[in-house]
């Protein structure tokens, strides 16, 4: 049986890809909103819009610098799946057969939810006041946030996040795919969470995204007030404790009024 530290230098070898591979896995989808996001027709946009305030001056270059220290961090902890799969410490399969495809989505999708209770409580958390100032702090410099705020955390943010992927492989079998997809879902809809402008259909908003989904809107409205709107994912965890903020609903059925004619579509729907 292989020890550590013959797995070290495989490990070592690989950490390089597996940093490249979160760099871009971040960079692809933050700079393609951040680039697209101003060349979209103002008709269509301004109404979209959800934040009261706007970034300030120098805004993105801090987010960009930690979100490279967050790069790193889930990095090294992904290295540390690495050797872990290989140590046999982790409920990670390489055949797709062993389980089939339909346990495969099943285990995304656990994967997600599992998740979204992860970052529910630990956001909590991380907004005590005897945490926050060294954890939570830096993510919350951004009031106004943007899609790179969504890896702009101090570096023990970046580590209390990072560790639910080997938390959850000791738990969940899991196939490569689903991982990867997994970490794809997480920062997509991280940076549209971020990128202050509601870039979803009306027909969502108004329909079961908006029920039970979180927006834009949503995560943008805990930048501005704090002690509210902690899911990342689904809204159940903030309505079942309480956590909602009055006046989000009522702000999502202005923003589906504002948002009621399409120009990317060329047609106009009724209002909400």
Known sequence: MQTILDLLPTTLGAWPAIWLSDLLRYLIPASLLAALLPLVPAG?????RVQDHTPTPNQRRREFLYSMSTVLIFSLVGASV????????????????????????????????????????????????????????????SIAPTPWTAYAFAPT?????????????????????AIFLFTAHMVVR??????????????????????????????????????????????WWDRWCATEHPQYRQRLRDLIRRVSVDPLLHSETNPA
């Open 44 to 48: 269509w946009r301004q109404p979209r």
């Open 82 to 141: 690495f050797l872990g799969v290989r140590a046999g410490w982790f409920r990670v399969y390489l055949s797709v057969d062993a389980y089939g495809w339909a346990y495969l989505a099943l285990s995304l999708l656990l994967l997600i939810v599992l998740h979204d209770a992860w970052f529910y409580w630990t956001h909590r958390l991380l907004h005590h006041r005897r945490v926050f100032r060294w954890t939570h702090r830096t993510h919350h410099l």
């Open 190 to 235: 991280n940076v549209i969470g971020h990128c202050g402008t509601e870039i979803l259909p009306r027909s969502w908003l108004a329909g079961w995204w908006g029920r039970w989904f979180t927006t834009t809107l949503h995560h943008d409205m805990h930048h501005a007030h704090g002690r509210c709107n902690y899911g990342l994912y689904f809204v």
């Open 157 to 177: 943010e970046a580590l209390i996040q990072a560790v639910f992927l080997p938390v959850a492989l000791l738990i969940v079998p899991a196939h490569p795919l």
